[in-house]
């Protein structure tokens, strides 16, 4: 048992070489591993800090990229649209433009017809004149070469009337 006591005895000389030993280590320790481990830690955080800042400067340029390509993304839509809306302006007076050639030719050719009509319609007329006037003269000749009774006088009308019936 005296050797488990002599382990839980305080000698006053061993207690302070043990202290003395203890601090000579902390300062070694602080001396020869704190420093070299701040100093690693420093440089870890300010390589950390120098990429973070790298890392939002790189963000900061690729917003600005982005909103630059939307921005031309919208120019070329409103630029299409407006290429859009000229094609259909065009396009919608070029059908005005043929429309107007087309009535304008139906006119033209309604005209010509109407003229042509009225000129058809003058030569026929002119043909039933000029036949109402032979059937006139052989009438009057047949009146000439004669007396006329009333019924003489019927029967030729009816005869005229006979007669520009199957002219018409």
Request: aromatic fraction near 4%; proline fraction near 1%.
């Amino acid at each position: 048992m005296e050797l488990y006591q002599a382990l839980i005895t305080l000698d006053g000389w061993t207690f302070l070489a043990q202290i003395c030993n203890l601090m000579i280590q902390l300062v070694i320790f602080k001396k020869f591993l704190l420093k070299p481990i701040r100093q690693v830690i420093a440089d870890r955080k300010a390589k950390a800090d120098s990429e973070i800042a790298d890392a939002q400067k790189l963000r900061t340029e690729a917003e600005a990229m982005k909103a630059e390509y939307e921005q031309n993304l919208q120019n070329a839509r409103t630029e299409a649209n407006q290429i859009v809306a000229a094609a259909q302006k065009t396009a919608t007076a070029r059908s005005e433009e043929i429309v107007g050639d087309a009535r304008a030719q139906a006119a033209a050719l309604k005209q010509k017809a109407e003229a042509d009509i009225a000129q058809e319609r003058k030569k026929a007329v002119n043909e039933v004149k000029d036949e109402i006037g032979g059937i006139a003269m052989e009438i009057a000749s047949k009146v000439v070469e004669r007396e006329i009774s009333e019924k003489d006088h019927k029967d030729l009308i009816d005869e005229f009337i006979k007669n520009v019936g199957e002219a018409s």
